[in-house]
């Protein structure tokens, strides 16, 4: 709904003002409101604990602190330097990796400065096609372009639905790439970090391996997952909000020491002036959350990931993978084709409150109405929901999108079945963490 401003003739425009900071008030607490009684499932999104909610509003998100820790440009950053140092350590310890940077705001924006260490002008690089699961930022329209990179797409197999080994070997022999970009969107099973690594060395290639792990970072964190960097992966590059239960931004883990000059510089200047520190904060507190707790949580975002598939399954929806087990991450992907496309369903379980997005598939052409709709688990699961409530979800979701009830009938249902799920866990204040925002609000 589109909210109009009254018009000025009746009101001072103090008043008119105050009503549009009133209209921007109300408009989060009816957004509140619905995502209290909903059951979020975009597999790119998930909660913060209320820790980081109250860092993400702390003075930190005023401030500059260009430079690295120590060796600023501006004054006044003695405690920034305290809490960035702090995230730095928690994440080499998580990762096991030599070298962080938690500057970047964005997976884009990582990823654009992974691309910018790593790559010339005029390089030949290999990622996955949209519809096999990459990126947008992995294809010509985004970072590979803005480097003036050539892109050719790596193999897919759809039946897999993962990267097609052989048939990236010899492609790796032929078009001797400079750049692999590996991870995705649509991401249900580890992806072959190790062919590739061998594949390059094999041709000779020269190239650097990217993985993005932008999608299962919170996996990778708990265990539960690839480790691409043992792997032989030069680069982890990923958002820290989806698996990752992080506040919105990004970080870049690597180990070989050759690589850290290039990659530093690549983020800051070359593509970030000043970070946002209040982000830096809550990264910390979320990296010390799942040091803590990160394997309980993401084993059991596996298993809920498993149980809504079969159960999606057995209800009568056409889940891709069923001989691989459905998934071995927190999505679950659908064909939702026969029951009128993603777009149409995606937007029928929203109106009962169900939130996932319709989702390009392997065969499809167009994203305008694409035959898939793609599921993640993740944030269900910190709020904690287990293998019975997802089997409770497949039957709302089938009654929905199969029976076709009428979605407020469902919606009465979902609301009263979320009632008992409204504190965020695995953190060190399992809480309401909407309550905060209210309590702020006075
Ligand atoms: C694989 C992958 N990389 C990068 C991104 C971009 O991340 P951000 O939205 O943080 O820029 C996404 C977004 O969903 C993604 O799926």
Redesign the pocket.
């Known amino acids: 709904m589109v909210v109009r401003l009254p018009s000025s003739s009746e009101f001072s425009l103090e008043e008119e003002m105050r009503k549009a900071v009133e209209s921007v008030f109300e408009a989060v607490r009816r957004h509140h409101e619905f995502y209290r009684f909903a059951l979020p499932m975009i597999a790119?999104e998930n909660v913060t604990s209320l820790s980081v909610r109250k860092l993400l509003a702390s003075d930190f998100s005023h401030r500059y602190a260009e430079g690295d820790v120590g060796k600023r440009f501006y004054q006044g950053c003695e405690f920034i330097d305290e809490v960035e140092s702090l995230a730095l350590e928690l994440a080499k310890r998580l990762f096991g990796a030599e070298h962080v940077n938690v500057k970047p705001t964005?997976?884009?924006?990582a990823?654009i400065a992974a691309i910018f260490a790593l790559t010339n002008v005029g390089d030949r690089i290999m990622a996955l096609s949209v519809p096999d699961g990459g990126?947008i930022?992995h294809s010509k329209f985004s970072a590979p372009s803005i480097r003036g990179l050539k892109v050719d797409y790596l193999p897919f197999n759809a039946e897999e639905m993962n990267i097609d080994v052989e048939r990236m070997r010899q492609e790796i022999e032929e078009k001797k790439p400079r750049m692999i970009i590996l991870?995705?969107?649509l991401f249900l099973f580890p992806h072959p970090v190790r062919e590739a690594v061998e594949a390059i060395s094999e041709a000779d290639a020269n190239a650097s391996v990217l993985y993005?792990g932008?999608?299962v970072l919170g996996l990778i964190a708990g265990k539960q997952f690839q480790d691409p960097l043992r792997e032989g992966a030069d680069v982890l590059v990923s958002?820290t909000h989806k698996t990752f239960p992080g506040p919105?931004g990004?970080i870049l883990l690597w180990n070989n020491d050759e690589l850290s000059e290039r990659l530093e510089n690549a983020v800051f200047p070359g593509t970030v002036s000043n970070h946002h520190l209040h982000h830096v904060a809550g990264l910390a507190v979320a990296l010390a959350e799942m040091l803590a707790f990160g394997e309980a949580y993401a084993s059991q975002t596996v298993k809920n990931a498993k149980a809504l598939a079969r159960k999606l399954h057995e209800e009568g929806f056409d889940v891709l993978c069923k001989h691989k087990g459905f998934t071995a991450s927190h999505q679950v992907a659908v064909d939702v084709s026969s029951l009128g496309g993603g777009s149409k369903i995606a937007s029928l379980l929203e109106s009962a409150h169900i939130i996932v997005n319709k989702n390009m598939l392997p065969w499809d052409k167009s994203p305008e109405n694409p035959s898939g709709i793609r599921i993640g688990v993740q944030e269900l699961t910190r709020i904690g929901m287990k293998e019975r409530e997802m089997a409770e979800i497949a039957v709302f979701m089938r009654r929905v999108a199969i029976d076709c009830e009428p979605p407020e009938n469902v919606k009465r249902d979902v609301i009263e079945f979320r009632r008992d799920f409204q504190n965020v866990h695995f953190s060190f204040d399992d809480g309401d963490a909407y309550a905060f925002f209210d309590e702020l609000k006075g």
């Open positions: 790119s964005s997976g884009v924006n990823n990126h930022s991870g995705a969107s993005d932008s999608h958002s919105q990004a």
